[in-house]
């Protein structure tokens, strides 16, 4: 089948949804963008009804940049399992909406994708705040759900069975950053995050953490989610005088972040943000300044994991960019998923949750996937970044590394 995308305005989408009703409709492949597969693939010409596969990504609101990544791996992954002979021999559809980051108007599409849609399968949103808000509904009506966007771990100690973690959980984000710290002789730490799930959680996980390896907090502040200005923050910040700063934010504030230090002579040794840094866009707009900035990442093109080679391959080749390891995660949700249909040989949604809750399989990203009986993702190995000129190399932990950390960050001034 032809590769076909299909982009229009839900007819009749109640108008509190605003642009929230964007479909976007993947069916069919290109036989040249190939990558490994989770499972061994049904072979033949993809016949009959589609499998519609439904999610609601933010593709605008202060996460779109973010979502978009996410959006466009599942439908390069729903291409290139039709290329395949489809799932369990039927073509994929994939029915994409924009819950414009907003974990309200998310919840109302998980509810429309199963009640109006009628959607077979589901997969995850971007972002905590919104999967923990959507996760009630997939919950309720018993659809199992892949978190392919999404890692606080509060999402999975509420006792739910039908939402599984794809990676790891956001408050281990940092491990390797104060690791890193520690072994450079480092010994005072600042935290700020945005107040909202995912950054909160990284702020505490990252606090817990310093303390047992024996760093001092000096200090530990949050910010107003969308915010626009953050220097009175950073002049207290500067007049703590951390050793190392570690951000819980997102792509848009932490650039922010590091404009407002350098406008305000915020000068530490160590610094790092969770999802903004390991962006292309965070070098691509700060230049320069992204230099000697860590970060944690999910998956990076460098990964000798399985497949990976041709996935970065098929993604630049369709989308005409990199991808980031939010792409990374959206298309592994995907194969995770694929692999848990064929487990089960039945798109029954009860065996799918089975298969998932004892799946053990490899895909793009670092580690296996495996879940507790929680659904908390157990085996991914997340990885630690640096900007070192144009490039992020990963730079720990050290099997992976493709780079040896530059240390320590000099003085804005003195660049």
């Known amino acids: 089948m032809n590769t076909r995308t299909r982009r229009s305005i839900l007819a009749g989408a109640p108008a509190a949804f605003g642009l929230a009703g964007l479909i976007l409709s993947a069916c069919g492949g290109d036989a040249g963008e190939s990558a490994a597969p989770a499972a061994p693939s049904t072979g033949g010409a993809a016949k009959g009804a589609p499998v519609k596969i439904g999610a609601s990504v933010s593709t605008t609101g202060s996460n779109g940049k973010t979502g978009q990544y996410q959006v466009e791996a599942y439908q390069l992954w729903a291409e290139q ?32 994708l199963i009640n109006e849609d009628k959607v077979d399968l589901v997969l995850g949103p971007y972002s905590s705040g919104v999967t923990q808000a959507v996760s009630t509904v997939t919950e309720k009506y018993k659809y199992p759900m892949l978190s392919a966007g999404a ?16 990676y790891s959980v956001a408050e281990s984000y940092f491990y390797g950053v104060i690791d890193l710290a520690k072994k450079n002789g480092l010994k005072t730490i600042a935290i ?185 993702q157990l085996s991914h190995i997340p990885v630690v970044i640096q900007w070192q000129g144009k490039d992020k190399p990963v730079i720990g932990p050290d099997a992976m590394a493709t780079a040896k950390p530059k240390f320590p960050m000099p003085e804005w001034k003195g660049r």
């Not at 489809?86 to 029915?95: C, K």
């Open 192 to 376: 700020i995050n945005e107040d909202t799930v995912f950054p909160k959680a990284t702020a505490a996980g990252t606090a817990e953490y310093a303390r047992k390896e024996g760093f001092r907090i000096v200090f530990q502040e949050q910010y107003p989610t969308k915010v626009t200005d953050l220097s009175s923050l950073i002049t207290k910040l500067k007049a703590a005088k951390p050793e190392v700063l570690v951000g819980g934010s997102y792509q848009p504030d932490s650039v922010l972040i590091t404009r407002q230090a350098k406008e305000l002579d915020l000068n530490v040794k160590m610094l790092a943000f969770s999802v903004g840094a390991a962006m292309p866009e965070f070098g691509e707009g700060l230049g320069k300044d992204a230099d000697f900035i860590f970060g944690p990442s999910m998956w990076e093109p460098s990964l000798k994991t399985k497949g990976n080679s041709e996935f970065e391959a098929s993604y630049k080749k369709k989308w005409n960019r990199d991808p980031d390891y939010h792409s990374a995660t959206g298309f592994a949700g995907g194969q995770i998923l694929e692999a848990a249909v064929l487990k089960a040989k039945s798109l029954d949604r009860e065996k799918i949750r089975e298969a998932l809750s004892t799946l053990e399989t490899d895909t793009v990203l670092p580690g296996k996937y495996k879940v507790d009986d929680t659904g908390t």
């Open 151 to 166: 890692s606080a771990s509060d999402i999975w100690k509420r006792n739910y069975k039908y939402v599984f973690g794809v």
């Open 81 to 112: 399992i039709n290329a395949r002979g489809g799932l369990l021999g039927r073509p994929v559809e994939m029915v994409i909406l924009d819950d414009q980051s907003d974990p309200t108007v998310g919840t109302k599409l998980y509810e429309k």
